[in-house]
């Protein structure tokens, strides 16, 4: 389904005087900032659309489909990142996982992607299952596994997957383990480090000289009593091993309770280690709710060391990291829970963009601890949703993104055209 343009200015007509009057007095508010160069940067920001998170998900008990028009292709999940990225003006690219999604004919869906205004993010491997007609199994690890064939098996795997980015467009491989133990005395926790360096290794090489690979990291699960790429501190000692090219991805779900994430990603940004992120929101562990649904200020607080972080190396916001959204949960419609996550992430960004650095710096440096605490917490409870609407305004998109969506009935346009089918993939 596609949102024509005549569409979304319609909607937008009805909201106009409501949200000038409400951007107006944010001007004055703020009239102390300069609020474009704020806005440009907030039109600048993609953040990607994984293919797996256009359909349902689930959890390991079961899976409850909406009421249908799940994709069923590669094609349609372009069109409905598309028609995301119409209405918000931040989704900008998809992402995807092979063999969840292996393009057929990449040409083709470059150029169907090109007519949404579409890249395609970093690509993404799949190890952590078993797929038909594999010759070994990972039931004990992939690129670590004790089986040699098992970890040749693994690195073809990932260099097919860059083969398909390349072909693509892409840039990036992001790598995800599950390999680890559920036991004690499983494995040898060394030699498990030094088979999945040598394998990464491999499929290092392979990359070409403009691309990145990164490095996820998870506490915990499938495996629970060790993970071979189990925190950060891991996840950058292999990347510092492999080289220049490799990078620390930080998924938001991947920690423990109650971890300081924003403290971590500050340590990779002046590393020059930071790859991107995989935002989702959690509460008690790698749940992959809705972006800022449970923990907005954390979120607030990522981007607040993640823009001092950047800025003081120079970095471009929206291009020198990877931004993309990993949630998939069965209660939700996917596409207005993606349209959420993005909103929140727009939010958390802007509110970043706000803070007075020079006033923090200087608490900062005074040990006035009460003073810096105002300052973020008074940004963080200023309400930026006109400005982030403005953005939106001035990118073409929509000023209420799931209003419009609803307005429209694409769910129920979207049942009427695909069935009552479930997405492939996940």
């Known amino acids: 389904m596609n949102i024509e343009q005549n569409q979304i200015e319609k909607h937008n007509d009805s909201l106009l005087t409501a949200h000038q009057r409400r951007f107006a007095f944010l001007q004055e508010e703020w009239e102390h900032v300069d609020l474009e160069s704020v806005i440009q940067k907030l039109v600048d920001f993609q953040i990607a659309i994984p293919s797996w998170a256009l359909g349902t998900g689930g959890t390991r008990f079961g899976r409850f489909a909406i009421a249908g028009g799940e994709p069923r292709n590669i094609e349609e999940k372009i069109e409905d990142v598309g028609l995301l990225h119409a209405l918000n003006g931040s989704s900008g690219a998809i992402s995807l996982h092979i063999p969840w999604d292996i393009p057929q004919n990449a040409e083709e869906l470059r150029q169907l992607a090109s007519g949404y205004g579409l890249k395609f993010d970093a690509m993404n491997s799949n190890t952590f299952q078993d797929q038909a007609g594999s010759a070994h199994s990972y039931k004990f690890g992939s690129l670590q596994n004790v089986n040699k064939d098992v970890r040749k098996q693994a690195i073809e795997h990932n260099i097919e997957v860059i083969k398909h980015g390349i072909a693509l ?189 020079k006033a923090l710096s200087e608490a900062q440096q005074n040990n006035d601890v009460a003073k810096a605490q105002e300052i973020l917490q008074n940004t963080f409870r200023s309400d930026l949703r006109a400005l982030v609407a403005e953005a939106r305004l001035r990118a073409g998109a929509a000023l209420l993104p799931i209003g419009l969506y609803r307005y429209l009935n694409v769910r129920n346009t979207l049942v009427n055209q695909r069935g009552k089918t479930s997405a492939t993939g996940l």
């Open 169 to 357: 467009g892409s840039d990036a491989l992001t790598v995800w383990l599950a390999d680890g133990s559920c036991f004690p005395g499983q494995l040898n926790f060394r030699r498990a480090f030094e088979n999945t360096l040598e394998s990464l290794q491999e499929i290092y090489s392979a990359l070409p000289e403009d691309w990145k690979m990164f490095v996820e990291y998870k506490a915990f699960e499938p495996n629970f009593y060790s993970t071979t790429v189990g925190d950060w501190g891991q996840s950058l000692l292999y990347a510092s091993k492999l080289g220049k090219k490799a990078y620390t991805l930080v998924d938001l779900g991947h920690h423990l309770p109650n971890a300081n994430i924003e403290q971590i990603v500050a340590l990779l940004l002046m590393e020059g280690k930071l790859g991107g992120f995989h935002f989702n929101d959690s509460k008690y562990g790698d749940d992959d709710l809705t972006a800022g649904s449970i923990k907005p200020y954390q979120l607030f607080l990522i981007f607040n060391d993640l823009v001092e972080g950047m800025d003081a190396k120079g970095m471009n916001h929206a291009r020198d990291l990877g931004w993309m959204i990993d949630a998939s949960h069965n209660v939700k419609d996917p596409l207005e829970d993606l349209l959420q996550s993005v909103e929140a992430i727009m939010i958390a960004y802007a509110q970043a963009l706000l803070v007075d650095r």
